[in-house]
């Protein structure tokens, strides 16, 4: 248990659909973050968010809108999505955003767009 | 841009050997690098960080190495197990960029009994 919860595990969804995934760390880490894992290519940095302020945005299409209510937790809101957006979706979570930092990763949410 | 780049893709061997998985980055001017390891279809387990005025980190039987001027890093495993099978990725923690992590695309390692 890495102490950083991903739900749901797997997720299938149509391209008109909305569906939002959920990112949860018991960790009392104060910043946060959306990886996108796609195959055959690096992890991708999709948001960072540090006490609850989002900090980056690596250029991520608006048909994905993170949403961070505190700092446990953290949403990534899913509508009209591609199918090349069918990817492994990770969140991670650090002490702060400094740059020492160690990352902890959650188990992900495997996404298949139709 | 920062590149980091894993060499091999894949690698299978024996149980037992000792092995050298190898992460190379273009650009030095780098906070630290960091270590994973990702299970299939699961997210990653961090193993070793090391600081940009580091030369090594060790964590039981891995050791990681850092020579920033020459854009290099290793992860040696020491008395491979079956249980080492997964894929091991790098990234390193650029200075240009906020808060960015970028990410090799791991080497797959398969250890047989």
């Known amino acids: 248990e890495t102490g950083v919860t991903q739900t749901p595990r797997h997720l299938v969804m149509g391209m008109t659909n909305k569906k939002s995934l959920k990112c949860e760390q018991h960790?009392?880490?104060?910043?946060m973050y959306w990886y996108k894992q796609s195959a055959k290519k690096p992890l991708e940095l999709m948001f960072v968010?540090?006490?609850?302020?989002?900090?980056e945005n690596n250029s991520v299409p608006s048909r994905f809108s993170p949403e961070c209510p505190n700092s446990s937790h953290l949403f990534l809101h899913l509508h009209t999505l591609q199918p090349e957006d069918s990817a492994l979706y990770l969140c991670?979570?650090?002490?702060?955003?400094?740059?020492?930092?160690?990352?902890?990763f959650g188990s992900g949410t495997q996404l298949s767009v139709l | 841009k920062q590149e980091v780049t894993q060499i091999p893709a894949a690698l299978s061997v024996p149980e037992g050997e000792n092995l050298v998985l190898n992460c190379s980055f273009t650009?030095?001017?780098?906070?630290?690098l960091q270590w994973f390891r990702q299970d299939p279809g699961k997210g990653l387990t961090s193993l070793l960080l090391?600081?940009?005025?580091?030369r090594e980190q060790t964590s039981g039987r891995l050791n990681a190495s850092l020579d920033k001027s020459s854009g290099r890093s290793t992860l040696y495993i020491a008395a491979s197990q079956p249980g080492d099978s997964a894929t091991y990725l790098c990234?390193?923690?650029?200075?240009?960029?906020?808060?960015?992590?970028?990410f090799g695309q791991g080497t797959r390692l398969t250890i047989n009994p």
């Open positions: 991670a979570s650090s002490q702060d955003s400094g740059w020492t930092e160690k990352l902890f």
């Open positions: 650009d030095s001017a780098i906070y630290n």
């Open positions: 090391i600081q940009s005025s580091q």
């Open positions: 968010y540090n006490f609850k302020e989002q900090t």
């Open positions: 990234a390193v923690r650029v200075i240009q960029g906020a808060q960015k992590l970028v």
């Open positions: 960790l009392g880490h104060n910043a």
